[in-house]
């Protein structure tokens, strides 16, 4: 999954002038602007790297006479203690960049070290992790990369990917059927129609109705199992709603295609990765 260069360089400036404005008073007053240093970044806990170059990018965009050395790559398990990457370039730039490179490159992965364990957990069953739409502003793209370094999947990247019909979208549609119906007169044939269902009664209208794929929301994991054998294969099924760690090996056990965890992006703890002056 390569990101646009010119996407990623969006995000990284934007988040650039909201930390450095137009003067660092640290930095500029302290460091002469000709010196030079290295630094390096290291792990400070067990995880899936992400971002690494986007986190270089960032002092790419300051320092067009930075250069790195990598040692680490997107996607690879690291240990406490692991070089991730050596790198050189102007002091005070480097000093200006740390913090919005660490800040992306720790919540990259972070995303990116939950979905690994989140893939971990349902080994040897039939469920695929998923993100959802539940990502920060203006980072989706990042948070959704991220999880695919961690082994997950991609959910819609945004409301043009596909026709989710929600429980508010079905109660202002009036109904199921009729919601499907009327999608199905007007929709191209690449767009698949997911509908969230909230018991069993509503499992049976979406597979009547004819949806693709059917979200089995909040549902115990009974009433998920009885519902995967209502569909029995006639669309894809996906849990979804308060799923967590410590609950989502039983969920995968139900037989459901797809678990969809907002938490890898809306709520995930940052990996630990601090940068480091070599003295």
């Given at each position: ?18 930390d450095i404005n137009y ?70 730039l480097l000093l200006k ?75 202002a549609g009036g109904g ?104």
């Open positions: 999954m390569n990101l646009p260069q010119f996407y990623v360089d969006d995000i990284i400036t934007r988040a650039l002038k909201e003067v660092d008073v640290a930095s500029d007053y302290l460091i002469p602007e000709s010196q030079r240093d290295e630094a390096y970044f290291i792990a400070k806990a067990d995880g899936v790297l992400c971002g690494l170059s986007v986190a270089l990018r960032t002092f790419e965009l300051l320092d067009n006479t930075f250069e790195a050395k990598i040692y680490k790559q997107d996607g690879d398990k690291v240990q406490k203690g692991d070089l991730i990457a050596e790198f050189s370039g102007k002091t005070v960049g740390e913090r919005t490179a660490l800040n992306l490159l720790q919540h990259m992965s972070g995303i990116a070290t939950a979905t690994a364990k989140a893939v971990e957990l349902v080994e040897g069953t039939n469920a695929q992790i998923t993100d959802t739409r539940k990502t920060l502003p203006g980072m989706r793209a990042l948070q959704k990369y991220a999880v695919v370094c961690g082994g997950g999947k991609n959910h819609r990247f945004n409301l043009s990917d596909g026709a989710m019909l929600k429980d508010n979208h079905i109660d199921i059927t009729n919601a499907v119906a009327a999608l199905r007169g007007k929709l191209g044939h690449m767009v698949k129609i997911e509908v969230e269902t909230r018991n069993l009664d509503e499992v049976h209208e979406a597979v009547a109705a004819g949806a693709d794929i059917i979200m089995l929301d909040n549902m115990p994991n009974d009433m998920m199992r009885e519902a995967v054998t209502i569909i029995g294969g006639k669309a894809k099924t996906e849990a979804s709603g308060g799923i967590t760690l410590e609950t989502l090996a039983e969920v995968a056990k139900t037989g459901v295609d797809i678990i969809s965890l907002g938490a890898l992006t809306h709520s995930v703890q940052a990996f630990d990765i601090s940068m480091r002056m070599k003295k």
